[in-house]
């Protein structure tokens, strides 16, 4: 095989050269059918890079490989004999492994593969047969229905709602202390679902709920990806979920021998909070399992040594430890009422208490909801359901879905799981949709029309749909079916926020920001810039120190450097020229008086000459 | 027409820079979005878009692709032979344009060119006259011509003293020597207006090479670059060509009033420079020094304040709101001035009994 010439392609292996071949398409050939042989570990994989004119053979750790069904001469090697033979379990996938009928291929081989997608489509070309159609597809992906009748786009949407989705996340989460999680009532399997859904046991998993959805609207309340929610139909627990958030708690030591300790705080404790925050704690300091709690109430109660070692009183007596209070209070919005709790130690032998709220959340306007196919909306209105639109069998949507959200976006696949859904369910059987098998969209429709007629429906999920306020059937019929939805964990309890007055920022005596803290929302640079050039000069003041850092300063008007007011001979004061008239009182942000410091600081004297007339 | 002048009246107190600043600020960045599309085309002479907005903001000395526009002496503007022979005489030719193939040898510090006769007489151009030019421009070289159209050049070297590499720069600046024409301007086109009119747009701009190229109309002489402008005319028409191009790189992409434009063209050049639009220009001319250290560089501000002795009258925008003051603008521009005694007078004859009865005192809104 070793050669001089000059043509002869390098042989690389693991990425490291070995040698030089002169046909390397005739020696990859001989590689391969080594392999298929079984003289060699079917690990390997060897590739011919016609760029390069390199041929690679990989047998290192890392690969991304997928297995194939090997197409010899025109013909998979996957006869319907061994088919038939899977089928009675006479052999294994291993079988087919180990006889070079079925291989694995990584990236670099299956560049240079053919392969087809469906036995049919086999030409003299192709070397590979994917072992299933869906498998051309990802875990996540598989999990939606009707993949080949949508873009890509949708398919990465739609599978980013299913992670987002409220459900059932896992079968013991009445054991386990998650900071946040999610717990839908009454969950159901899909209707339309995939073989790979099936495999991957999410049945016992399931993350959302069928929904009657009519494509309609509702008075513009469902207009720009909004849905509209029957309103008897939350109320009977539809998409109805749990909302379980986890505190913890530690009996921390501290160097010294100092210790906290989990106890009711004594109203002598350092940031003691009130008498009514600490009233649901028993006796020990932790609250009690089913106990309702509120925002603001204390549920673990916990006592912090002091930060620094108390003097000893200047009267002799022994001095008085001043605890910290450092208990763990449900902050704005959060309450709920008490699911858990548990006691355990830690590594080092600390006490440790974890204490689980669970509260109820109930559809609400501003919550996301979002189909399989990338269909999002957020509730716009929930309507009695006497308002809502109903068939002649008396059926009333779970949810008004705007037609306009369809076209647009090419979400084939979400009124074929509209037609499916309602086949399936009034047939009662769930129907089986993975991505490329036999049927094309066309021959699915006419299947799903098929089972529609036997119920007395003939018209492709059209039906005459009835005004509930009025009684009167709307002009056009409204297409109506059942899709499989999921509650996403955006909600608006979670993300609403209001503040009046509130905490200030410690340096600046700013407002401070983000929902945490219970902030207000930044009046930026941009925004100032809009009010100056509207000349709103008292607005603008309103907002950047009225309703900000407002302070009133004394300044001596002979020095022109900052004073202060002298509380005990109750009167203004300068540093330099002493107490009199000539100090006065000046509105100013605190953020200047800080800046005019800070200047100071760099040794730098800033005086203010002040104009009174 | 007193109703159409009132109309684009500007109120008093109305923040003009902030608005201009605006409406400037608001399309650009929404240009950098939409400015990919431009990037196969390579025809275009000058720069357009952000980049040119930037660069006219920024005063920059030399922008990236200068232009003149160029008109003919109205007894000849519609003679394009003689366009074309003025055209010669513009365009920059070196020595390497008119080369056919040469060869250089280093160690004899010689040069053979061979001239390409096609070139040389589209140029026109003649074997002697190239070599007198070629005498005039380059010291101590000496050409020779050795065939029809071949020179060669020898540098004057007699101890040998220079290193190769440098005999090889030497080289090289003597085939990029400009031999006919104005060295910056790389490339002529002639154009048609309107008034079947020949002018010239340039590659490349040097007005005071122009002004003394005959054929040339010299009250209609433009460039593109405010700056040469500025050098050769003056500041106002610096400030037109500020206006001008300005304008036109804005209007390419979207719309905005010429107000806006004039606006800035005067605060670039109101003193009698350019000054850029920036932390070296405009903003740092600002008297107040809060402005500057609110923008940029605030150490430095308040630093060289203390040196010497600054004084911050309040008066602009900036400042105020930092202290927390009313700002001078829109409402808060106009000021009462009327003497607090005489404020009663103002006041309903009814209201004015009860205050002069004296017992109830009407609290009245104090001017400054």
Redesign the interface.
């Known amino acids: 095989m070793a050669s001089n010439n000059e043509n002869a392609a390098y042989v690389l292996l693991n990425g490291k050269p070995i040698g030089r071949v002169v046909d390397p398409l005739a020696f990859v050939k001989e590689v391969i059918s080594f392999r298929r042989k079984g003289l060699i570990p079917n690990s390997i994989n060897v590739a011919y890079i016609k760029k390069l004119n390199e041929v690679h053979i990989n047998a290192d750790r890392g690969r991304v490989r997928k297995p194939y069904i090997v197409v010899e001469n025109g013909k998979s090697l996957l006869t319907p004999e061994l088919k038939e033979k899977l089928k009675r379990k006479e052999i294994s996938f291993n079988y087919l492994l180990l006889h070079g009928i079925i291989e694995y291929l990584d990236a670099e081989e299956e560049s240079n593969a053919v392969v087809a997608l469906r036995e049919e489509d086999i030409t003299k070309d192709t070397t590979h047969l994917e072992v299933d159609g869906a498998s051309i597809f990802g875990l996540t992906m598989n999990l939606t229905t009707f993949n080949e009748h949508n873009t890509v786009a949708k398919h990465h949407l739609g599978a980013n709602f299913i992670k987002q989705a409220q459900g059932v996340y896992a079968l013991n989460y009445s054991k386990r202390f998650d900071s946040r999680a999610f717990l839908l009532y009454y969950p159901q399997r899909p209707l339309i679902d995939t073989a790979a859904y099936r495999k991957l046991n999410l049945e016992k998993h399931a993350s959302g709920q069928n929904f009657v959805v009519a494509l309609t609207t509702y008075f513009g309340y469902n207009m720009m990806d909004a849905v509209v929610l029957n309103k008897a139909a939350v109320e009977r627990g539809l998409a109805r979920s749990a909302f379980f958030k986890s505190y913890i708690a530690e009996e921390r030591r501290y160097p010294g021998g100092q210790k906290e300790r989990f106890a009711i705080p004594p109203p002598t404790a350092e940031g003691y909070l009130g008498e009514s925050v600490y009233s649901k704690l028993s006796d020990d300091g932790i609250i009690e399992k089913e106990m309702d709690v509120k925002e603001g109430e204390a549920i673990i109660g916990k006592l912090s040594p002091p930060r620094f070692a108390e003097e000893p009183s200047i009267s002799g007596g022994t001095p008085i430890e001043k605890h910290k209070d450092s208990s763990i209070v449900l902050k704005p919005n959060e309450d709920g009422v008490v699911d858990e709790v548990l006691f355990t130690e830690t590594l080092s032998a600390t006490k440790l208490v974890k204490v689980r709220v669970r509260s109820i959340k109930i559809p609400e306007l501003g919550d996301k909801f979002g189909s399989r196919h990338g269909q999002k909306g957020v509730v716009g209105l929930i309507v009695p359901q006497e308002d809502m639109p109903f068939t002649k069998d008396g059926i009333i949507p779970d949810m008004l879905l705007n037609p306009l959200s369809l076209p647009s976006r090419m979400t084939l696949s979400h009124l074929l799981e509209t037609l499916a859904g309602k086949a399936a369910s009034y047939s009662g059987r769930t129907i089986d949709e993975t991505p490329f098998t036999e049927k094309n969209g066309y021959e699915k429709v006419k299947d799903y029309e098929e089972i529609l007629k036997r119920y007395g429906f003939n018209d492709m999920g059209n039906e005459v749909m009835y005004d509930g306020r009025t009684g009167k059937p709307f002009e056009s019929k409204i297409f109506i079916g059942v899709v499989y939805y999921n509650r996403l964990w955006h909600m608006s309890s979670l993300k609403l926020q209001v503040r009046s007055t509130g905490p200030v920022q410690l340096l600046t005596r700013q407002p401070t920001e983000g929902k945490p803290r219970r902030g207000g929302l930044r009046f930026g640079e941009m925004e100032r810039d809009a009010l100056v050039g509207h000349g709103a000069s008292m607005l603008l003041k309103d907002r950047m120190l009225d309703q900000s850092d407002k302070t009133e300063v004394w300044i001596c008007k002979k020095c022109g450097n900052l004073a202060y007011y002298d509380y005990i001979k109750r009167q203004p004061t300068c540093y330099i020229d002493g107490p009199g008239d000539f100090v006065v009182s000046v509105e100013m942000s605190y953020a200047f008086k800080l800046l005019l410091e800070e200047i100071k600081a760099m040794h730098i004297l800033t005086t203010i000459h002040i104009n009174t007339e | 027409m007193s109703k159409k002048d009132n109309k684009y009246l500007i109120s008093y ?3 003009i820079g ?2 201009t ?2 409406s400037i600020g608001e399309p650009t960045t929404q240009m950098v979005l939409g400015s990919l599309h431009s990037a196969g085309t390579s025809l275009t002479i000058t720069t357009t878009g952000l980049p040119r907005i930037i660069e006219i903001l920024d005063g920059r000395k030399v922008p990236k692709k200068p232009s003149m526009t160029l008109y003919l002496e109205k007894d000849i503007a519609k003679d394009y032979d003689k366009a074309k022979q003025i055209r010669l005489s513009i365009e920059s030719v070196s020595l390497e344009d008119v080369t056919e193939s040469y060869s250089e040898d280093l160690i004899a510090r010689k040069l053979k060119i061979e001239l390409s006769e096609n070139i040389m007489k589209q140029k026109d151009i003649t074997v002697d006259s190239l070599i007198n030019l070629l005498q005039a421009e380059n010291k101590s070289i000496s050409v020779k011509k050795i065939g029809k159209n071949t020179i060669e050049i020898s540098l004057e070297d007699k101890n040998k003293k220079m290193k190769l590499i440098d005999v090889r720069d030497r080289f090289n600046k003597i085939m990029h020597s400009n031999i006919k024409g104005i060295r910056e301007i790389k490339r002529v086109v002639i154009m048609k207006d309107k008034n079947d009119e020949y002018y010239f747009i340039t590659e490349g701009s040097n007005i005071k090479e122009v002004l003394n190229v005959e054929g040339i109309d010299k009250n209609r002489i433009y460039s593109n670059n405010p700056f040469e402008m500025y050098e050769v005319y003056g500041i106002e028409a610096a400030r037109a060509t500020i206006i001008k191009e300005l304008h036109a790189a804005i209007l390419s992409e979207t719309s905005l009033s010429l107000r806006h434009v004039l606006l800035v063209a005067d605060t670039m050049t109101y003193d009698g420079t350019i000054k850029s639009i920036g932390r070296h220009g405009v903003v740092g001319a600002k008297s107040s020094v809060f402005a500057r250290a609110a923008f940029e560089e605030t ?1 430095k501000h ?2 060289n ?2 040196i010497f002795n600054e ?1 911050d009258r309040l008066n602009g ?1 900036a400042e105020n ?13 106009v000021i009462l001035s009327l003497k607090k005694s005489d404020l009663p007078k103002l006041l309903p004859l009814k209201e004015r009994e009860r205050s002069e009865k004296g017992k109830e005192k009407k609290q009245i809104e104090e001017s ?1």
């Open positions: 107190g109305e923040a902030t608005v600043a605006q150490v308040f630093v304040a203390s004084i925008v709101i930092l202290i927390g003051k009313q700002i001078k603008l829109g409402t808060g521009r400054k």
